[in-house]
């Protein structure tokens, strides 16, 4: 239905038909209420929605099954390169070489997710705006970008960076990225793509208003990225540059190793369709998910959907059983995402409680001091069972997960900077053994591995001075 066609009021009556029979009545008695303008617009919104899911959605909430990508019954610790085993080793050698190769081929794009509202630090635009560095107050797209500078130098290869946003920050990004001259990348090697965004309900189901004349939306979960990326012509434009592989890390955590070509090389080794990076859980109430297998398939169980004796549970070695914790850094091979857009992606829609503003039948904006809405989210990693090869490769936290969730205490910008901060003096150890400076930061575009620090540091005097920013 277009929003011209609606211009007629036969058009208006067929949508106010189609909302009451989907369960949605209220939504004529809202029409009503609005003078014509308004309604124009609402109508138009209206248009967009997805009745068919929306019913499908409604219903399985009011069933309240757990929903799940992988069948937690069965499920069993997976398989994992361990640390202990890679660590130093000559296929760890071999995978860098090879990932080195890749991306010195130009087969290799970086994708960050920053569509999300990060309701819970709080901060006023977009995360990726966040200021990180501890002397030079980068931003963490900043970081990022520099990171995919960084690699472009060292390769010599055109690697595009790309950046999911939503509807409630896609503008902001775009002008934060414009404002900043893209960080040094080309302009066309900077690809920001919009993820799709679904209606918020009340417990009962209804939708929700979030002004007279606009429902209450919500970012479809991070699993919008595979849509996203065929419906915005992303993929095409990857495919026609020949890139393979997709690095996709999420926009909170300052210490990803963005593009790290051991990873990439262990990838393509085993032509695997999706990789992920996992950490040993720091504790068993870690808010990460947890790597499992199940009727021979891979997948990840949310914090929130693990059962407390499956949380708990031990292995043999005393440690946890379900140690593999998500830290969200995958690597998607290209024709995977392809076939998987290709044939309708359905991937399973979780449900979070939220506290979301509305307008109330007298158009009053309310403020729910309590939750009062239910929304709903596909996520990336539910790709994961679909895949006939994969691989789950373990990292150590200190070097690669640090992110920003909170204001405060665990996970927060504090314990961020301290996690670079001790970074930078294990790089520096290497170069100036024994230099202790006050505070310090290495720019991401610097170097982009302790090597090539080390090589660009030599013969540099300064390096003991109390405040080191190395830019
Ligand atoms: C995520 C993982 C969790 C663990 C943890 C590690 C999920 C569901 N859980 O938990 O298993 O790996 O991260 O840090 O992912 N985002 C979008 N669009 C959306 C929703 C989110 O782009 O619609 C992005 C968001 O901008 C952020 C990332 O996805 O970069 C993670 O979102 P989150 O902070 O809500 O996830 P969290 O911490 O609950």
Redesign the pocket.
């Known amino acids: 239905v277009s929003a011209q066609k609606l211009e007629d009021g036969g058009d208006e009556a067929s949508v106010r038909r189609r909302f009451a029979a989907a369960g949605q009545d209220h939504v004529g008695a809202h029409l009503d209420r609005l003078d014509r303008p308004r309604r124009a617009a609402l109508l138009a919104q209206l248009a967009t929605v997805d009745l068919d899911l929306l019913q499908r959605l409604v219903a399985e909430m009011k069933r309240d099954r757990p929903i799940v990508g992988l069948d937690i019954g069965s499920a069993e610790p997976p398989d994992w390169l361990a640390l202990e085993r890679v660590a130093g080793s000559d296929e760890e050698r071999r995978a860098r070489r090879l990932g080195e190769e890749r991306l010195a081929a130009g087969k290799v794009a970086a994708l960050?997710?920053?569509?999300?509202?990060?309701t819970?630090l709080g901060f006023d635009g977009p995360?990726g705006c966040f200021e990180v560095g501890p002397l030079s107050r980068r931003s963490l797209f900043a970081w990022h970008a520099g990171k995919v500078l960084a690699a472009r130098r060292r390769f010599g290869a055109r690697i595009p960076f790309l950046v999911?946003?939503?509807q409630a920050n896609d503008e902001a990004t775009r002008e934060f990225f414009a404002a900043q001259d893209h960080f040094g990348l080309p302009a066309d090697d900077v690809m920001i793509f919009r993820?799709g965004m679904l209606p918020a309900v009340d417990f009962e189901g209804k939708l929700l208003f979030e002004a007279e004349d606009r429902l209450a939306l919500?970012?479809?979960?991070?699993?919008?990225?595979l849509t996203a990326l065929a419906a915005s012509g992303t993929l095409d434009a990857l495919e026609a540059r020949g890139i393979e592989d997709v690095f996709y890390f999420?926009?909170?955590?300052p210490l990803v190793k963005v593009l790290d070509p051991a990873f990439l090389g262990h990838h393509h080794e085993r032509a695997s369709q999706v990789s992920s990076k996992a950490c040993r859980k720091r504790d068993a109430a870690e808010?990460?998910?947890v790597f499992a297998s199940s009727e021979g398939r891979l997948g990840?169980i949310?914090?929130s959907d693990l059962p407390a004796e499956m949380m708990n549970a031990r292995a043999a070695d005393g440690d946890l059983r379900f140690r593999a914790?998500?830290?969200?850094i995958h690597v998607f091979a290209i024709d995977f995402v392809r076939r998987l857009t290709q044939g309708g992606l359905r991937l399973p829609y979780?449900r979070a409680i939220k506290s979301v503003p509305y307008v109330d039948a007298n158009f009053e904006v309310v403020t729910p001091s309590h939750k009062n809405a239910v929304k709903f989210?596909t996520?990336?990693?539910d790709a994961l069972p679909l895949a006939e090869r994969t691989l789950v490769l373990e990292t150590a936290r200190e070097e690669e997960?640090s992110?920003i969730?909170n204001r405060e205490g665990e996970?927060s910008p504090a314990t961020a900077r301290r996690d670079l901060d001790a970074a930078f003096r294990r790089w520096l150890a290497t170069a100036a053994p024994g230099a202790a400076p006050e505070a310090i930061e290495i720019a991401p575009s610097f170097a982009f591995d302790v090597e090539e620090f080390a090589a660009k540091v030599a013969g540099v005097r300064d390096l003991a001075s109390r405040r080191l920013l190395l830019e």
């Open positions: 960050v997710v920053a569509g999300g509202q990060g819970r995360k999911l946003t939503s993820q919500a970012p479809d979960g991070h699993g919008g990225t999420q926009v909170d955590n808010k990460v998910g990840i949310e914090y914790g998500n830290i969200a979780h989210e996520f990336v990693f997960f992110p969730k996970d």
